[in-house]
């Protein structure tokens, strides 16, 4: 249905595209792709995880080092463009964080549901870099946004790209949470990379 126009201006809408799912105190959590997708076709579609920092805190995440899985997140995007690029009341879509966590020990594996390569968290973020840029460049007249944290070595990389091609970028996280993400020496972490002023620097380049 069309937005309302409210007393105040158009409403404005952002999406927010949730990488992974996750529940606490030991509860089962949610599949984060659909049921089609949990087969071998696409390496199982998603990976079971564990936190390393939170006890009983575990979820899914994406296989996005599947092509077959990118492949059909770029057909969302595509129908993300069709409905909403033209609107001017959607404003954004916002990719969540970037960090990929360790695989969920004691695990067991089957042809529908096959373990993870060895660089998966690498090939994890290389896979992510694929579909948010092909989000950016499909979805024209929105603002697409991701919100970078983990792996530190892998968004030295990672953060050039989203600038140099326009992609918002921020933080999910705080000092408080993860101290880590304020590291200076090398990888550096979010919050040095957001006040850099060399030729690398993102503010007053993108949103």
């Known amino acids: 249905t069309a937005m309302k126009n409210l007393a105040n201006g ?10 992974k799912s996750n529940k606490s105190g030991g509860l089962t959590p949610d599949r984060i792709v659909p049921t089609y997708v949990q087969t071998a076709e ?13 006890p009983n805190v575990s979820g899914y995440e994406m296989r ?3 092509p077959k899985v990118i492949e059909r997140l770029k057909l969302l995007s595509d129908q ?12 954004m879509l916002q990719f969540t964080e970037s960090a990929v966590s360790p ?9 529908d549901y096959p373990a993870p390569p060895s660089d998966y968290g690498t090939i994890y973020i290389n896979g992510l870099k694929e579909w948010v840029l092909y989000t950016n460049q499909v979805m024209t007249k929105t603002q697409v946004m991701q919100l970078c944290n983990f792996p530190r070595g892998e968004i030295a990389t990672y953060i050039p790209a989203l ?18 993400l304020w590291t200076a020496s090398s990888p550096i972490g979010i919050w040095p ?7 690398a620097k993102v503010q007053g380049v993108v949103a």
């Open 163 to 180: 600038r140099d091609a326009g992609v918002g970028i921020s933080c999910p996280n705080s000092l408080a949470d993860e101290p880590a």
């Open 103 to 111: 695989v969920k020990s004691g695990q067991t594996y089957t042809t």
């Open 193 to 199: 990379w957001l006040r850099r002023t060399d030729s």
């Open 80 to 91: 993300f463009k069709t409905r909403y690029n033209d609107d001017v009341n959607f404003e």
């Open 42 to 54: 696409y390496g199982g579609g998603d990976l079971r995880w564990s936190s390393d920092n939170t």
């Open 64 to 66: 996005l080092w599947e």
């Open 10 to 19: 158009p409403k404005q809408l952002a999406v927010i595209f949730e990488l």
